[in-house]
């Protein structure tokens, strides 16, 4: 696959049935009238999208306790059969616009991360907007990444040996995360993998128009989630929500930047491993011409998503397990 975006050729058949029967349905989960309906139709999408998952150990769900400042963060620990002891760890944050998703919408994709790579995930439901606008979901997942490094030896997890992995707003959450954790004096991170992230909320033109209509996540969608999200527009800018107006992207984790040509997000991806690299940062990126936005949650009908998470998986491996 190449490592910069080019001309590209028809969508994939099966994102196109995708797309079919999205629009024969009536529009896309992300065409509904209010966060409620949207989340909705969201999770009436893993019904359809998610493959069957493999095996593992084990599968927790617990609770990062609630302190005087911060409520309680729902958290699932996946543990694969074949994991070390203590084992290396993935911290997973789900996409859905920061408004949508939740462990049950990712969690194909956590137990497929998990059996792959045999390495302990560990999936965070973090709050979600309009209700817990920014930067609600960045504490989240700062302070549950900060919590599974200081609890490691409590949860069987090697504390010195962790990933952060997200897709289209996860990703973004998982890069922010890094470098908060490099500002603030947090653990270090071997790898962040960034699924399809969003980057710049202050973007314009190119992708999002060129794929900003037709195919489920839209320009239009793309606009009411930053609403929810980031209702003043005087933080669109901010370094925690749109992570390439960082002052300075140095010392950032090693990254792989999973990229689909048919993405509205994908020029805010294309320019966010750009940015990284001129920074000194080891950047993969890998373009998945024919896809489009959400497709590794599709691997019941997409086949691509295997292979993209094939991808994941041989990253975490050689980041946490060599």
């Known amino acids: 696959m190449a490592d910069q975006p080019h001309s590209r050729p028809a969508l994939d058949?099966?994102?196109q049935a995708v797309v079919d029967a999205a629009r024969n349905a009536g529009g896309s989960a992300f065409q509904q009238p209010d966060f409620r309906a949207v989340r909705a139709g969201y999770n009436r999408t893993t019904e359809v999208y998610a493959p069957p998952t493999p095996e593992l150990?084990?599968?927790?769900?617990?609770?990062?306790p609630a302190d005087e400042m911060n409520p309680a963060i729902p958290i699932r620990i996946y543990r694969p059969r074949?994991?070390?002891t203590p084992s290396p760890v993935v911290v997973?944050?789900?996409?859905g616009g920061w408004a949508v998703g939740d462990l049950e919408s990712h969690d194909a994709v956590c137990r497929t991360i998990a059996a792959r790579t045999?390495?302990?995930v560990v999936a965070v439901d973090y709050r979600l907007a309009p209700e817990h606008p920014f930067p609600a979901a960045v504490e989240d997942c700062?302070?549950?990444?900060?919590?599974?490094h200081q609890s490691a030896a409590d949860l069987g997890l090697d504390g010195s040996r962790m990933a952060l992995c997200g897709d289209s707003a996860g990703a973004n959450l998982s890069t922010i995360t890094a470098r908060r954790l490099r500002?603030?004096?947090g653990p270090g991170i071997a790898l962040q993998v960034l699924i399809y992230p969003g980057a710049d909320f202050t973007a314009t033109g190119g992708s999002l128009d060129e794929n900003g209509t037709g195919y489920i996540l839209t320009k239009a969608s793309i606009e009411m989630f930053r609403g929810w999200y980031l209702p003043d527009p005087a933080t669109w800018a901010h370094p925690d929500a749109s992570p390439i107006k960082a002052?300075?992207?140095?010392?950032l984790p090693p990254a792989l930047v999973l990229i689909a040509g048919y993405d509205p997000l994908r020029d805010e991806g294309v320019a966010y491993t750009q940015a990284m690299r001129d920074a000194g940062v080891a950047v993969e990126m890998i373009e998945y011409p024919t896809m489009l936005h959400g497709f590794v949650r599709m691997g019941r009908l997409v086949n691509m998503a295997s292979v993209a998470l094939d991808d994941v998986a041989q990253a975490i491996r050689a980041a946490l397990r060599s």
């Open 142 to 148: 700062e302070r549950a990444t900060r919590f599974v």
């Open 57 to 64: 150990a084990r599968v927790e769900d617990m609770q990062i």
């Open 183 to 185: 500002d603030g004096n």
């Open 82 to 84: 074949n994991a070390a």
């Open 92 to 95: 997973f944050f789900h996409g």
């Open 13 to 15: 058949p099966q994102c």
């Open 118 to 120: 045999d390495v302990v």
């Open 247 to 251: 002052e300075s992207l140095a010392g």
